[in-house]
């Protein structure tokens, strides 16, 4: 399966713009790019996933490279509850085909 | 909408002792996993279910691990004798069928001790 690479970790300064690189440079042609992010003492939740296009919804935004071998989680402005762990994961294309968490990248965020 | 419930929240047992994690899916979500999540080790799959069928186990460690889920609203996670490396936090996630792309949506996690 193709892995993904991100830094260990990030800050930002709370209400600024924040950019989380994920690399997958052996990303398939059938693999999805999810991202969960996990608060602390709970369990991860969804924020997005994207397949080639870039991507929107309330919560961030998902900027994918044209040649799909990295890509950008993009939270617009940054609050202290956004501090979490936030995780790239290549999904397979196949209905039973599962979601593999790696490390994460931790996010701090400052006030 | 209650979300994913698991039970109990925290269980500290003993080496050796039997330990069961109940879990009840969101209602209507036809998939069901259970993770395992330790420092040294991340975030790992166990199993999971497709309509209460468990369509990969391939993560469970060992034959001291067993999962049920006799219906569609009700799952458990057994260790049987437990030991102290099978401390970890244990979360349970369910996903709506359709597309495996849907999100899945986890539990709060049951914090187990064994010492």
């Known amino acids: 399966d193709a892995k993904t690479t991100q830094p260990n970790s990030m800050e930002s300064n709370e209400e600024e713009p924040v950019h989380l690189p994920c690399n997958h440079s052996?990303?398939?042609?059938?693999?999805?790019i999810h991202w969960y992010r996990q608060l602390p003492s709970q369990g991860p939740e969804y924020v997005i996933h994207g397949l080639t296009s870039n991507v929107n919804n309330r919560m961030a935004s998902l900027a994918i490279a044209e040649d799909r071998k990295s890509s950008t989680l993009i939270l617009h402005r940054a609050t202290l509850r956004d501090a979490a762990v936030y995780y790239c994961?290549?999904?397979?294309?196949?209905?039973?085909?599962?979601?593999?968490f790696g490390k994460g990248i931790t996010l701090s965020v400052r006030p | 909408d209650a979300g994913v419930i698991q039970s109990p929240r925290h269980e500290v047992t003993e080496m050796g002792q039997e330990v069961t994690l109940r879990c009840k899916p969101i209602s209507g979500h036809n998939s069901l996993f259970w993770y395992r999540q330790t420092m040294m080790r991340g975030l790992e799959l166990l199993i999971y279910f497709n309509n209460n069928v468990p369509i990969d186990d391939s993560g469970m460690p060992e034959d001291r691990f067993s999962a049920k889920m006799p219906n569609a609203s009700f799952s458990t996670l057994k260790i049987q004798p437990s030991e102290p490396r099978d401390s970890a936090v244990y979360f349970c996630?369910?996903?709506?069928?359709?597309?495996?792309?849907?999100?899945?949506?986890f539990g709060p996690g049951t914090r187990l001790t064994v010492l």
């Open positions: 996630a369910s996903r709506q069928g359709g597309h495996p792309n849907n999100e899945q949506f």
């Open positions: 052996t990303i398939s042609g059938t693999d999805y």
């Open positions: 994961i290549l999904r397979r294309t196949g209905a039973n085909s599962k979601l593999t």
